[in-house]
């Protein structure tokens, strides 16, 4: 018998993150000393509360069952979180839902929200899932440019009129992945204009929210004037609590679209395990005190990076916020060549930008997710590369 894959996975690229995970592999297994700064895991481990919370309440055998949905007091600890975080209002009740991780959301609300023949504008480069989701769904991508000279924010005057009209969603993410740009709140207030003159849903990623440096502000779409009408934001335990691996995150804002997710989530899964909810609760209204520790941790090693790079020669500008530096490659290289050239004359993995989108080509994404010494280590071996002159 043979077994074929549907038309839609074949519409799925995985072709780059694919082939460098491989070629990585190989060179491990050849013994090469490959420094990972590829996938953005975060290595640092949760707080004590988190574990120990975990270790509790998975004790008791009563909690091995479904747990259906997030539980109230998940809930609250979130619009709690919100509030002393964002100053943002949110009614636990209606207006959170809880996600297995964010990827979860994001995979699906595009399923839940649009029908062929709409448009969901994506950011072009952007995280992979939000391009996928629509795809998945059997809807149209429309890639809104984030350029450097725009401070990579869209500029939404050149969406098409014939696209607006079929419109129905509007993916950003700021501070996003790969591209670590921020956004002012005039930006997200035209956001909310333009989202209510067209009437388009818009979902503000916003999983990066406490990797934010050098005291710039966290500005959540919700505190925006008119957000919850127009717009949700995903947000997640992985990266702010160091919990990725337990797969639980949330949205939070437009009743109405997170009913609509609710319903749609109904059919798919059964809950997260209930110790997990416990720890995100516990990490949520917990005293944040190890949160400012993290963002000065991350802060040293995108400047230890950076310095590293910039004694190179090579010019890379800093990052304002989360796990990644958004690197300009140099003149001469596509960004697959260069990403790959580097892991097998260096052993350091990057990811090529053209990975995020066709606006991605000429850039590639450095995860700051070792030690600030391996990172030293990263730059020193990426200087002899391009020291050398492989492939130029
Ligand atoms: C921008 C962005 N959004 C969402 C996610 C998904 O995170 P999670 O599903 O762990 O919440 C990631 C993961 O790397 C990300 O980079």
């Known amino acids: 018998m043979k ?9 799925l690229p995985s072709g780059i993150f694919h082939a460098l995970a491989s070629r990585k592999q190989e060179l491990i297994k050849q013994g090469v000393d490959v420094i990972d700064l590829s996938v953005g895991s975060p290595d640092l481990p949760p707080s004590p509360l988190v574990t120990e919370t975990i270790a509790k309440y998975a004790s008791d055998p009563m909690n091995y069952g479904y747990t259906l949905t997030g539980t109230a007091e998940f809930s609250e600890a979130v619009s709690y979180f919100y509030k002393q975080r964002y100053n943002v209002d949110i009614i636990a009740e209606k207006e959170v839902l809880q996600l297995m991780g964010s990827q979860d959301g994001l995979s699906h609300l595009a399923l839940a929200l649009v029908n062929p023949g709409d448009y969901v504008l994506v ?6 899932i939000y391009e996928a989701s629509v795809t998945i769904a059997g809807a149209e991508v429309y890639p809104m440019p984030l350029l450097e000279e725009n401070g990579f924010l869209p500029v939404l005057e050149d969406i098409p009129a014939e696209v607006l009209a079929k419109a129905k969603l509007m993916i950003l993410s700021y501070p996003g992945n790969p591209v670590p740009a921020l956004a002012d709140r005039p930006f997200f207030e035209k956001v909310v204009a333009f989202a209510k003159e067209h009437e388009i849903l818009v979902l503000h990623d916003f999983a990066y929210s406490e990797l934010i440096f050098d005291s710039h502000p966290q500005i959540s779409f919700m505190s925006v004037e008119g957000a919850k009408e127009v717009g949700i934001e995903f947000n997640s335990l992985s990266k702010t609590f160091n919990m990725a691996g337990c797969r639980i995150g949330y949205a939070v804002g437009n009743e109405q679209a997170i009913s609509i997710l609710a319903a749609f989530k109904s059919h798919i899964d059964y809950g997260i395990f209930l110790p997990i909810q416990k720890a995100a609760v516990a990490a949520l209204t917990s005293d944040y005190a190890d949160l400012a520790g993290r963002v000065k941790i991350y802060e040293h090693r995108r400047d230890t990076l950076i310095e590293g790079l910039n004694q190179s020669g090579w010019q890379v500008q800093s990052s304002p916020a989360t796990m990644f530096v958004w690197a300009k490659i140099p003149e001469g290289w596509t960004s697959h060549d ?4 580097l892991l097998d004359n260096a052993g350091v993995a990057v990811v090529p930008g053209s990975a995020f989108g066709n606006k991605g080509e000429g850039y590639v994404r450095i995860a700051l997710v070792q030690p600030a010494e391996r990172l030293a280590e990263a730059a020193g071996r990426i200087r002899e590369f391009l020291k050398a002159g492989v492939g130029v």
């Open 3 to 11: 077994i074929t894959q549907s038309t839609i996975l074949e519409k």
């Open 338 to 341: 260069f990403a790959f050239q």
């Open 123 to 128: 950011p072009d480069p952007g995280y992979p």
